[in-house]
């Protein structure tokens, strides 16, 4: 009998605020449960004081914990309690029988070890994508894309740099003309043929000596490329048909779809990152196109090789390029790294001087 009395004794679960039905007025309560009832008394009320809210733990609405949001409870007659009180509502739900789901994302709120294998989860995901879906979908979409989305891109990519770094060419104008001469001899023995390519000189500021190629096949040329170069006009068609090499290979194209896709992965791993940095994630693909793995640059070098010979010229002028760049810049071999612009020179030489030996004694067999 003891034993049954303790069980039906009122027990104090948590301290809080009670709203009556429809209105606004907070009242400072306490909730009590008594075998299956749910009680709400004033906070200090009189054992003789009757009650606010009456109900039962199987009918009562209980909101789910969410961090420490002030947990509500709703009774049948719509007034409502609520505390910030979480130990006491889940004792109070444990009273129910019911845990809910509430208790089980609060867990995993606090279980901190779940969240870092759900990070690295994540991060071997998109790293997978990276490494070998992002390279297919880049393949797909270079074979599916029409001649005319590279040349809006290349329109657009012009007009920026024009807009920010790029000023108008200062080159004599007998000094164009030889390269453009000799620019146009290149492109009639290239892929696309003598319309398919456009040469455009600027003067590079920041940019400095280069020379880079946009999708559609327009190539710029700074001024700063040519005084490197000096007199020797072959080593500016060598530059220039290593740009060819870009254009034909499609290396401007595949960039601007991988900067894309990565950004298009960040954003989709980060969500919402906000109008400056998407706008930094997408213009700056543009941007992005204008740099090569050493795979794509050694395939210009090649390429550059091989139309400098078939078009009579010098196929070593590339290589002497890279020895007068080095003079220019004051660095020496030693001092190129793979995060350069045009990595490791010293390695590309070699290769140009080897492809060059080739390309003769093929030449050489064909007499």
């Given at each position: 009998?003891?034993?049954?009395a303790r069980?039906s004794s009122?027990?104090?679960i948590a301290?809080?605020?009670?709203?009556?039905?429809?209105?606004?007025?907070?009242?400072?309560?306490?909730?009590?449960?008594?075998?299956?009832?749910?009680?709400?008394?004033r906070?200090?009320?009189?054992?003789?004081?009757?009650?606010?809210?009456?109900?039962?733990?199987?009918?009562?609405?209980?909101s789910?914990?969410?961090?420490?949001?002030?947990?509500?409870?709703?009774?049948?007659?719509?007034?409502?309690?609520?505390t910030?009180?979480?130990?006491?509502?889940?004792?109070?739900?444990?009273?129910?029988?019911?845990?809910?789901?509430?208790?089980f994302?609060?867990?995993?709120?606090?279980?901190?070890?779940?969240?870092?294998?759900?990070?690295?989860?994540?991060?071997?995901?998109?790293?997978?994508?990276?490494?070998?879906?992002?390279?297919?979908?880049?393949?797909?979409?270079?074979?599916?894309?029409?001649?005319v989305?590279?040349?809006a891109?290349?329109?657009?990519?012009?007009?920026?740099?024009?807009?920010?770094?790029?000023?108008p060419?200062?080159?004599?104008?007998?000094?164009?003309?030889?390269?453009?001469?000799?620019?146009?001899?290149?492109?009639?023995?290239a892929?696309?043929?003598t319309?398919?390519?456009?040469?455009?000189?600027?003067?590079?500021?920041?940019?400095?000596?280069?020379?880079?190629a946009?999708?559609?096949?327009?190539?710029?040329?700074?001024?700063?490329?040519?005084d490197?170069?000096?007199?020797?006009?072959?080593?500016?068609l060598?530059?220039?048909?290593?740009?060819?090499?870009?254009?034909?290979?499609?290396?401007?194209?595949?960039q601007?779809?991988?900067a894309?896709?990565?950004?298009?992965?960040?954003?989709?791993?980060?969500?919402?990152?906000?109008?400056?940095?998407?706008?930094?994630?997408?213009n700056?693909?543009?941007?992005?196109?204008?740099?090569?793995?050493?795979?794509?640059?050694?395939?210009?070098?090649?390429?550059?090789?091989?139309l400098?010979?078939?078009?009579?010229?010098d196929?070593?002028?590339?290589?002497?390029?890279?020895?007068?760049?080095?003079?220019?810049?004051?660095?020496?071999?030693?001092?190129?790294?793979?995060?350069?612009?045009?990595?490791?020179?010293?390695?590309?030489?070699?290769?140009?001087e080897?492809?060059?030996?080739?390309?003769?004694?093929?030449?050489?067999?064909?007499k």
């Open positions: 009998m003891a034993s049954d069980a009122p027990e104090r301290e809080g605020v009670w709203h009556p039905p429809r209105s606004s007025e907070a009242i400072k309560a306490e909730i009590w449960v008594q075998g299956d009832s749910v009680i709400v008394r906070t200090g009320a009189g054992a003789g004081e009757a009650a606010l809210a009456l109900g039962f733990l199987s009918t009562i609405e209980v789910s914990r969410v961090g420490n949001v002030p947990r509500r409870i709703a009774f049948s007659n719509g007034s409502l309690f609520e910030p009180d979480n130990a006491g509502i889940d004792l109070l739900l444990q009273k129910r029988g019911s845990n809910q789901a509430g208790l994302v609060h867990g995993l709120e606090r279980f901190h070890p779940r969240l870092i294998v759900f990070v690295v989860a994540v991060f071997l995901l998109a790293t997978a994508i990276y490494r070998f879906a992002l390279p297919a979908l880049v393949e797909v979409a270079v074979l599916v894309t029409p001649d989305v590279p040349q891109m290349s329109v657009g990519t012009l007009k920026s740099l024009d807009a920010t770094v790029l000023k060419s200062q080159l004599p104008e007998a000094k164009r003309r030889a390269i453009e001469a000799g620019f146009s001899e290149l492109a009639r023995r892929d696309r043929g319309g398919g390519y456009s040469l455009n000189f600027r003067e590079g500021g920041a940019i400095g000596p280069n020379a880079f946009l999708p559609s096949g327009t190539i710029i040329l700074t001024d700063e490329l040519v490197v170069a000096g007199d020797d006009t072959d080593m500016v060598a530059v220039l048909a290593h740009e060819i090499g870009h254009v034909d290979k499609k290396h401007s194209l595949r601007i779809y991988r894309a896709g990565t950004a298009g992965l960040i954003m989709l791993i980060a969500g919402d990152v906000g109008s400056a940095a998407q706008d930094v994630l997408t700056g693909a543009a941007l992005l196109s204008l740099s090569y793995s050493r795979e794509a640059e050694s395939e210009a070098d090649h390429y550059s090789v091989f400098m010979t078939k078009s009579g010229r196929p070593l002028a590339l290589a002497r390029f890279f020895t007068a760049l080095q003079e220019k810049l004051n660095v020496g071999p030693e001092e190129t790294s793979m995060f350069d612009t045009h990595p490791g020179m010293p390695d590309r030489q070699k290769m140009i080897q492809w060059a030996r080739e390309a003769k004694e093929a030449k050489a067999e064909t």
